[in-house]
T-cell receptor, first 113, second 117 residues
Framework: DQQVKQNSPSLSVQEGRISILNCDYT??????FLWYKKYPAEGPTFLIS?????DKNEDGRFTVFLNKSAKHLSLHIVPSQPGDSAVYFC????????????FGQGTRLTINP | GAVVSQHPSWVICKSGTSVKIECRSL??????MFWYRQFPKQSLMLMAT?????????EQGVEKDKFLINHASLTLSTLTVTSAHPEDSSFYIC?????????????FGPGTRLTVL
C-alpha cells in the first residue's frame, strides 16, 4: 500500500523555467510534509517542509503548496537551475513530524540548459 | 545547519561476516535516529527507529537479530549487519531527528554502500 505517491518518475525542464513536482497521499492522518533532494550515492538533503495548518510555505526559489482536501502537495522551483537536477522525494508523517516518515518513489528532475 | 555523518561511506565484505555502520549527529542532539535502506531506483524504506537508551523499533519484515541497532548516546547510533549475505548489499542511510519549534525534521547522513561478496 503506497501511502505517498509521486506518479511522475521523471521530469525535464528548461533552465530558467518553473519546475513543478507533484505528490499525492492517501493517509488523512498525515499532518507534516517534507521535500528532499537526493544525488546518486548520497543521502537526501532536506529542502522545505509544510505543516497541515498551512497551505503554502516559501523558501527562496522553493515553494511548497498543500491542498488537504485533494491530499496533494507540490514543490515549485523557480527559476530552475542546472544544479537542481536530482531526484526529489516527498515524505509525510503524522503528529507534527514526530512519527516516522513515509517516502514517495521519487521524481528525477533534469534541468536542460 | 544540521549535519549527520556516516562511517564508513562504503564497505565490501565477505559473505558471513558482520559489518558495523556508524551514524553521528555532529551539531545537534538526536533522541531519535532512523535507519533506511535504498535499492537501486527505488524509494527509501525505513528499517527501524532507534531511540537513545532504549531498544529499537523494527519495521515489519526487518529481522532484528540480523540488523542490530544500538543508540548509545544522543549523537551516535550504530547499525550492525550480522552474518551478511549478498542480498544484504544495498545503500544504507541513517537520519537524525532534530527537535525544534512546533515541528521537527529528519536530517540524513550521506549513506553507506554495502557490497557483500
Amino acid at each position: 500500500d503506497q501511502q505517498v505517491k509521486q506518479n511522475s518518475p521523471s521530469l525535464s525542464v528548461q533552465e530558467g523555467r518553473i519546475s513543478i513536482l507533484n505528490c499525492d497521499y492517501t493517509n488523512s492522518m498525515f499532518d507534516y510534509f517534507l521535500w528532499y533532494k537526493k544525488y546518486p550515492a548520497e543521502g537526501p538533503t532536506f529542502l522545505i517542509s509544510i505543516s497541515s495548518i498551512k497551505d503554502k510555505n516559501e523558501d527562496g526559489r522553493f515553494t511548497v503548496f498543500l491542498n488537504k482536501s485533494a491530499k496533494h502537495l507540490s514543490l515549485h522551483i523557480v527559476p530552475s537551475q542546472p544544479g537542481d537536477s536530482a531526484v526529489y522525494f516527498c515524505a509525510a508523517s503524522g503528529s507534527q513530524g514526530a512519527q516516522k516518515l513515509v517516502f514517495g518513489q521519487g521524481t528525477r528532475l533534469t534541468i536542460n540548459p | 545547519g544540521a549535519v549527520v555523518s556516516q562511517h564508513p561511506s562504503w564497505v565490501i565484505c565477505k559473505s558471513g561476516t558482520s559489518v558495523k555502520i556508524e551514524c553521528r549527529s555532529l551539531d545537534f542532539q538526536a533522541t531519535t535516529m532512523f535507519w533506511y535502506r535504498q535499492f537501486p531506483k527505488q524509494s527509501l524504506m525505513l528499517m527501524a527507529t532507534s531511540n537513545e537508551g532504549s531498544k529499537a523499533t523494527y519495521e515489519q519484515g526487518v529481522e532484528k537479530d540480523k540488523f542490530l541497532i544500538n543508540h548509545a548516546s544522543l549523537t551516535l547510533s550504530t547499525l550492525t549487519v550480522t552474518s551478511a549475505h549478498p542480498e544484504d548489499s544495498s545503500f544504507y542511510i541513517c537520519s537524525a531527528r532534530r527537535m525544534g519549534g512546533s515541528t521537527d525534521t529528519q536530517y540524513f547522513g550521506p549513506g553507506t554502500r554495502l557490497t557483500v561478496l
